[in-house]
């Protein structure tokens, strides 16, 4: 007998595949375009910064209709490459969002994701994933397309996690309620953190050797997807 849950929705980055994997083909881009990258990092950064205050102030500000999250980060980036904004959102789409992405023909997912996703599909579960980044293209090239009835990227809500912009949006379009929800993902204070807010149950995907110092963090820690397929299926 499955969880009092009717969805199961995951973050990508480092959940469903470990990070280094990525790491490793990114070291000639990281060599020749460190600035741009950099540049993106700071402004991610700042963004979030924007957010929390907002959040902390009872409003969700600039988030509303028409606002838009990839001209707002090309600006604070443009401000520290000491360059235009349109040219820089222009090149950050060609490199980082839609340059990445042929790279995940060659990232293996972690060991079990996708017999632990089709034993929740075949449990009545739905599946959602919820990505800092553009995720849809991603999932196909890494063999986990087919898998999943809701995929949506933060940006387009305006926010990246851990503001709850984007986990609300994610629970609307689930059409489920939050606590019939559980979230995975790798990272406590981006992912579990801000799912929590949301009332969603969570799950953190930790190595084995810091299980021990995380458990109470999230609902269930795990470090084995054959060990969440368990705890949700039975």
Do not use: H
């Not at 959040?55 to 600039?62: F, H, I, Q, T, V």
């Amino acid at each position: 007998m499955r969880k009092n849950l009717d969805g199961v929705a995951f973050d990508l980055d480092g959940t469903l595949y470990p990070n280094y994997r990525l790491y490793v083909r990114l070291l000639p881009f990281l060599v020749s375009k460190l600035p741009l990258l950099a540049a993106m990092g700071k402004a991610r950064t700042a963004l979030r910064t924007e957010a929390a205050g907002e959040e902390a102030a009872g409003s969700l500000g600039k988030t509303g209709a028409g606002y838009d999250f990839y001209a707002a980060q090309a600006r604070i980036m443009a401000e520290s490459l000491k360059a235009e904004s349109g040219s820089i959102q222009e090149k950050t789409e060609r490199l980082i969002y839609r340059g990445w992405e042929p790279l995940f023909k060659k990232i293996r997912p972690c060991a079990y994701v996708r017999e632990t996703l089709e034993a929740l599909k075949a449990g009545g579960l739905r599946l959602g994933l919820l990505s800092d980044f553009p995720p849809e293209t991603k999932v196909i090239n890494m063999g986990l397309g087919g898998l999943w009835d809701i995929a949506i990227c933060s940006e387009s809500t305006g926010r990246l996690k851990p503001s709850p912009a984007p986990f609300l949006e994610l629970i609307r379009r689930m059409e489920l309620p939050p606590e019939r929800i559980l979230y995975v993902g790798n990272s406590l204070p981006y992912d579990i953190i801000g799912a929590a807010k949301t009332g969603m149950k969570t799950a953190l995907f930790a190595p084995a050797s810091k299980k021990r110092s995380l458990k109470g963090k999230a609902d269930f820690v795990f470090s084995d997807y054959r060990q969440l397929r368990d705890f949700v299926l039975t």
